[in-house]
C-alpha cells in the first residue's frame, strides 16, 4: 500500500495493542485495536482484511455494509456459504470485493493465460499444479489457528496451495469433477492435511492433478505445468522455466501487464469503474475446488464441484 501511487496507508487495526503500536510506528500511520473506529473513518475507502481465513467473510461484509471496499487475502474464507454472503453483500452495496491472489498479477502467469487463449497449445490435454514446502511444528503451534478446519479452512491445501490451485482452474478453464483425492497428516499435530493430492477432470475435458505438502525437508518447488496437443509450458518458483511447442518456430505471446497488484487494482477500480481481477465470484471458484477436494478424500468418492 505504502508503494502503491494513488494509495495512502491510513492506518492499521489488530487485537494485539503492541504489534499495532508497532507497525504504526514502522509505516507512520494510525492505529487502532478497534475494527469500528476503522469503519467510523470518513478518510478509509478500503479495508485489506488480513486475518485468519475463518474471519475473512465476517470483516469483509462488515467493511461492505459500512461503505468500505474490501480485499480480504486469500482464499476468500473457509465456507461457500460465507463466500456467497460476502458476493451477496457487494452486490447489494455496490461495494468492491477483491480477493488478493497475488500470482494472477504476474506477467510470465499473464503470458501462459494470453497463449491459452490464442490457441497456442492448442486443444488443453493436462495441468499440474504442486507444492512441497516445510512448516515446522512451531509454525502451527505459534499461531494458533493455522491448521485448524475452522480458522485455516483446510492444511497444506488451503493454506499453502490454494494460489496454484487458483491459477491451475484460471488457466485451465473451470473445473467440473473431483474425480479421487487424499489428504493426510504425516508430520505435525494438527487437525488439518499436510499433505493432500488430487485428480481433476475440468469443463473443457482436460484433467489435472493437485499436489500439496508441508512435509517436504525444506521450501523447494512450487508451480504449475500445463500442456495441450500443440504445446506447453513449467512454471516453477514464480517463473516459467521452459516454453515447448510443436511448431518450434512458435514463440511465448509478448504482453504488457498495466497492474501489477491488488492495490494497484482496486484503485484503478475505484477511479474508473472497472472490474478487479479476482471478484468475489472468481474467488469463490478455487474455493469450491478445494471443498470438493475434501470432500471427495472424505468419502473416497467423486465430487461435482459446486458452482
Known sequence: VKAVEG???????DVDEERARDVSGKFDCDWTCSFEEVLDRDDVEVVYIMLPSGLHGD????????????IVTKPMDVSLEKADAMIATADETGQILAVD?????????????????????????????RLKWRR??????????????????????????VHYI?????????????????????????????LGMAMLKFKSGAVGTVLGTTTYPRDHYHGLEIHGDAGGVIGLRDEVQDWRFVNEEQLP????????????????????????????????KSLALLQAIYQSARERRSCTILA
Open 136 to 161: 515446522t511444528q512451531e509454525y502451527y503451534d505459534r499461531s494458533g489457528w493455522r491448521g485448524t478446519w475452522a480458522m485455516d479452512g483446510g492444511g497444506s491445501l488451503a493454506n499453502q496451495t
Open 101 to 129: 491472489f497475488e500470482s494472477r498479477y504476474a506477467k510470465h502467469w499473464r503470458q501462459v493465460k494470453r497463449a491459452i487463449e490464442d490457441g497456442l497449445f492448442g486443444k488443453l490435454i493436462l495441468g499440474e499444479a
Open 166 to 194: 487458483d491459477l491451475l482452474q484460471w488457466l485451465m478453464g473451470d473445473a467440473q469433477e473431483v474425480m479421487a483425492a487424499y489428504c493426510g497428516i504425516f508430520a505435525h499435530d494438527i487437525e488439518t492435511e499436510d
Open 59 to 70: 470483516f469483509a461484509i462488515k467493511a461492505m455494509r459500512s461503505g468500505k471496499h474490501a
Open 253 to 284: 505471446p509478448d504482453i504488457n501487464i498495466p497492474i501489477a497488484n491488488a492495490v494497484e487494482d482496486i484503485i484503478s477500480a475505484i477511479q474508473i469503474g472497472s472490474s478487479v481481477a479476482v471478484d468475489g465470484r472468481e474467488g469463490r
Open 7 to 13: 494509495a495512502e496507508l491510513i492506518g492499521v487495526c
